[in-house]
T-cell receptor, first 114, second 114 residues
Framework: GAVVSQHPSRVICKSGTSVKIECRSLDFQATTMFWYRQFPKQSLMLMATSNEGSKATYEQGVEKDKFLINHASLTLSTLTVTSAHPEDSSFYIC??????????FGDGTRLSIL | AQSVSQHNHHVILSEAASLELGCNYSYGGTVNLFWYVQYPGQHLQLLLKYFSGDPLVKGIKGFEAEFIKSKFSFNLRKPSVQWSDTAEYFCAVPASGGSYIPTFGRGTSLIVHP
């Protein structure tokens, strides 16, 4: 079946650094990719939607300058958390879909900012 | 916008017990509903979905869910759980219209004791 690879699975870094998370579709073309964030004991929240070759569409309340999303190819999207702070610590998960097919999710990235 | 609520946040069962996880949705026009599962250390997977037709939906791994319009509910059921069903279960509705972008509930953690 369709596979989405997300890397890294876990990252710990100092406050003020920038962190890049990659999301790759391994055996299908991801025309659309999504980035979610999950706080402990809360729902998965959609952060942004990106279509290949276009600028990402951010959900209300998500800072586009803080969370940079690039979807430059049909198999790769990246999320960069710029100047990360402890409050950015969370579980980030991507998903991808081809056209109107259902989404396939990555394994998620546990981000911890010290 | 539609939303969902899951009232059982933690469920502990013994093997062979029957399972029912509650999910209630807010009315927002056309109703489409999903259940996702996340096994420990794995990515989210789609268990089943309802878009129209038979309100009793069969999913993978013996799961089913029933759409009851009068109760605004889409509860997930399994007659006899197994230890391997230990996972986190998320009910979801599309963020808008008939899209595949889900808005998730808070999730229910299911632990099945052997």
């Amino acid at each position: 079946g369709a596979v989405v690879s997300q890397h890294p699975s876990r990252v710990i870094c100092k406050s003020g650094t920038s962190v890049k998370i990659e999301c790759r579709s391994l055996d299908f073309q991801a025309t659309t990719m999504f980035w979610y964030r999950q706080f402990p004991k809360q729902s998965l929240m959609l952060m942004a939607t990106s279509n290949e070759g276009s600028k990402a569409t951010y959900e209300q309340g998500v800072e586009k300058d803080k969370f940079l999303i690039n979807h430059a190819s049909l198999t790769l999207s990246t999320l960069t958390v710029t100047s990360a702070h402890p409050e950015d610590s969370s579980f980030y998960i991507c998903s991808a879909k081809d056209g109107n097919q259902p989404q396939h999710f990555g394994d998620g990235t546990r981000l911890s900012i010290l | 916008a539609q939303s969902v609520s899951q009232h059982n946040h933690h469920v502990i069962l013994s093997e062979a017990a029957s399972l029912e996880l509650g999910c209630n949705y807010s009315y927002g026009g056309t109703v489409n509903l999903f259940w996702y599962v996340q096994y420990p250390g794995q990515h989210l997977q789609l268990l089943l979905k309802y878009f129209s037709g038979d309100p009793l939906v069969k999913g993978i791994k013996g799961f089913e869910a029933e759409f009851i319009k009068s109760k605004f509910s889409f509860n997930l059921r399994k007659p006899s759980v197994q230890w391997s069903d230990t996972a986190e279960y998320f009910c979801a509705v599309p963020a808008s219209g008939g899209s595949y972008i889900p808005t998730f509930g808070r999730g229910t953690s299911l632990i099945v004791h052997p």
